[in-house]
């Protein structure tokens, strides 16, 4: 465990955006640090009045929030954010306990050039290593939330019980977006329209991993910033979080599922905010926005084709195990266009070389094939795909495709925006039988 701690201790000499933020001794017992950053918002209170009210873990608990801004915010800016930290102080101050702390950390003066969530994060989840290496905890919960969000009571001991378990590394955790109708409609005529914004989006996320785990891609997790958790060990290990104004939590996650380890933590759930942002070229507050513009929002995505096709082509391809370039050559020869240009475009042959190459076992081969064709290949497919003749489709209708492909019964009343994603959440929540 020392030697760990050392491991973790050496990153954050290599790695570490900024010197250490927090100067009181953390307690023996900390197993878990919640990280919140915080820009530009004008309330914190239900996101630590949420955690608050978590049932208590055995372990302790420290929340840090991290107040930041780039040091050309406007004035603004700055003023809501010092508000902000002097909110935090009270609500610290009113409830800290021995078990779950509150800590501030400013950052006032960002780089313009890496000024964002990235970074905020990534100097909390990095103070939250370095707490955990001096009591020499490693394998200490590094968990992220974001300002506006909300999490079920359960929560802080789910995350407990999940890490406790053997491998694992890191987990993607449940979610909901807030639908405030869906206690009692079905149909997407009466919903708001923001909540019919809402519920497209999230539809579209949820569809996103379950046509990819159709195919078997082995890197089909939602990765969500807000619902999100490492050890602080496997955090170091992988070079701790990157500084990207956008996209943050997707790559991060990657790196972890590479890693390998990654749990589904569904026994609880993290409720993010449907607010419309224009803060970031893409995620959940800029396809609201954009929806919103629209008289009936709808919501488009990659149609089930663009997945068949790799699914189709994928299990020839481990048939190429100790062949050479003539093999290589031959079978791209007979892959279906336009899959069969996206490979000619990423250097398939060459690539197949490389990892024949390197490979000492059919494992290794599939291993190293994985390495490539990874989540930001098939991004790059999808986009490929989106252009070459198969252009992006309502989600709702391609949803529906999907249940039928998958064999998952759904009824009439069912085959609306609700309807489906409501299904979609019992499936990923273990309640039908189906996973």
């Known amino acids: 465990m020392k030697?760990?701690?050392?491991?973790?201790?050496?990153?954050?000499?290599?790695?570490?955006?900024?010197?250490?933020?927090?100067t009181s001794k953390p307690s023996d017992e900390l197993g878990l640090c919640v990280v919140i950053p915080a820009h530009d918002e004008p309330?914190?209170?239900?996101?630590?009045?949420?955690?608050?009210?978590?049932?208590?873990?055995?372990?302790?608990?420290?929340?840090?929030?991290?107040?930041?801004?780039?040091?050309?915010?406007?004035?603004?800016?700055?003023?809501?954010?010092?508000?902000?930290?002097?909110?935090?102080?009270?609500?610290?101050?009113?409830?800290?306990?021995?078990?779950?702390?509150?800590?501030?950390i400013e950052q006032h003066a960002l780089p313009r050039k890496h000024a964002g969530v990235g970074l905020a994060r990534k100097i909390g989840m990095d103070e939250a290593a370095a707490r955990f290496a001096e009591i020499e905890k490693a394998r200490g919960v590094i968990a992220c939330l974001d300002a506006d969000c909300t999490v079920a009571s359960s929560y802080l001991c789910a995350l407990e019980r999940c890490f406790q378990k053997d491998g694992v590394h890191a987990a993607s955790i449940y979610y909901e977006h807030p639908i405030e109708e869906e206690e009692t409609i079905l149909d997407s005529v009466s919903f708001s329209r923001a909540s019919l914004a809402i519920c497209l989006y999230e539809l579209f996320l949820r569809y996103y991993i379950h046509v990819q785990r159709w195919v078997g891609l082995p890197f089909a997790y939602q990765t969500v910033g807000s619902s999100m958790a490492v050890h602080a060990l496997a955090y170091a290990r992988q070079g701790g979080m990157n500084k990207r104004q956008a996209g943050e939590d997707f790559y991060f996650l990657q790196k972890l599922?590479?890693?390998?380890?990654?749990?589904?933590?569904?026994?609880?759930?993290?409720?993010?905010?449907?607010?419309?942002?224009?803060?970031?070229?893409?995620?959940?507050?800029?396809?609201?926005?954009?929806?919103?513009?629209?008289?009936?929002?709808?919501?488009?995505?990659?149609?089930?084709?663009?997945?068949?096709?790799?699914?189709?082509?994928?299990?020839?391809?481990?048939?190429?195990?100790?062949?050479?370039?003539?093999?290589?050559?031959?079978?791209?020869?007979?892959?279906?266009?336009?899959?069969?240009?996206?490979?000619?475009?990423?250097?398939?042959?060459?690539?197949m070389e490389e990892i024949q190459g390197h490979a000492s076992s059919v494992e290794s081969f599939r291993k190293r094939f994985w390495d490539w064709f990874d989540a930001f290949m098939l991004m790059k497919w999808a986009h490929y795909a989106r252009e070459n003749g198969y252009p992006l489709r309502p989600v709702v209708g391609?949803?529906?495709?999907?249940?039928?492909?998958?064999?998952?019964?759904?009824?009439?009343e069912e085959a609306t925006p609700w309807g489906l994603l409501r299904r979609l959440r019992e499936i990923d929540r273990g309640e039908t039988g189906i996973l």
């Open 43 to 104: 309330d914190v209170g239900g996101v630590l009045a949420s955690l608050w009210a978590c049932e208590r873990p055995q372990s302790g608990v420290e929340i840090l929030v991290v107040v930041n801004a780039s040091e050309h915010a406007a004035e603004e800016v700055h003023a809501r954010n010092h508000s902000l930290c002097e909110q935090v102080r009270q609500w610290g101050a009113l409830h800290n306990e021995d078990r779950i702390q509150v800590h501030l």
């Open 257 to 351: 599922i590479r890693y390998g380890g990654i749990a589904e933590l569904m026994d609880t759930k993290v409720i993010p905010s449907a607010r419309c942002s224009h803060r970031v070229p893409f995620g959940t507050g800029r396809a609201m926005s954009s929806m919103l513009q629209e008289e009936l929002p709808s919501y488009e995505t990659y149609p089930l084709e663009v997945f068949a096709l790799l699914g189709g082509w994928l299990p020839d391809v481990w048939g190429l195990w100790g062949q050479g370039r003539s093999a290589f050559v031959q079978h791209l020869d007979g892959v279906e266009q336009p899959l069969r240009g996206f490979l000619e475009e990423q250097g398939f042959v060459a690539k």
């Open 398 to 412: 391609e949803c529906q495709r999907l249940f039928v492909v998958q064999g998952w019964s759904l009824e009439e």
């Open 3 to 22: 030697r760990d701690c050392v491991e973790i201790e050496r990153y954050l000499e290599r790695r570490r955006y900024l010197e250490r933020q927090i």
